[in-house]
């Protein structure tokens, strides 16, 4: 029965903050859906491994059904900027996890939780591997908050 409530609030919520335009806002909104069903009773739904799995796949078709040969052969050209960019992002992840731990403040999924991504998919991953899914959902959605936030005065600088 809790599943179902968590669940229900996780749909609910995630709903209203797509429509609201919140970034991110389905995986955002179940997020705090299920975090108050989790708090307001003190109990931890566990959800069933296989919704969890089912779940995946269906992220994982989303992002595959949007490669279309048509889109792979307009990213030809942008391979090699993509790959120098990630590999700069990935390095710069590492540094800020080095950072963070020898300050002693970095989370659990530390790693992950500073790395490029997707929120839905390095969430995904963290929850798979079972580290820290909270704590890389929240770095991640700060990220994208602020680059949206903040993306509209940057374009206007490099113009």
């Known amino acids: 029965m809790l599943v179902v409530a968590t669940l229900g609030a996780a749909a609910l919520l995630g709903l209203a903050a797509d429509r609201l335009h919140v970034p991110g806002g389905l995986i955002f909104g179940s997020m705090v859906g299920a975090a108050i069903v989790t708090v307001a009773t003190g109990d931890e739904p566990a959800i069933p491994k296989p919704l969890q799995e089912a779940s995946f796949i269906v992220v994982g078709a989303a992002i595959g059904a949007l490669i279309t040969r048509q889109s792979l052969a307009t990213v030809r050209g942008a391979l090699l900027p993509a790959f120098l960019s990630a590999g700069l992002i990935i390095?710069?992840?590492?540094?800020?996890?080095?950072?963070?731990?020898?300050?002693?403040?970095?989370?659990?999924?530390?790693?992950?939780?500073?790395?490029?991504?997707?929120?839905?998919?390095?969430?995904?991953?963290?929850?798979?591997?079972?580290?820290?899914?909270?704590?890389?959902s929240v770095f991640h959605l700060v990220r994208i908050v602020l680059v949206v936030v903040t993306l509209p005065l940057v374009a206007s600088l490099l113009e």
């Open 91 to 136: 390095l710069a992840g590492i540094a800020i996890a080095f950072l963070l731990r020898n300050l002693g403040i970095a989370p659990d999924g530390d790693v992950l939780a500073t790395s490029p991504g997707a929120l839905t998919v390095v969430s995904s991953v963290a929850l798979e591997e079972g580290v820290g899914a909270v704590e890389v």
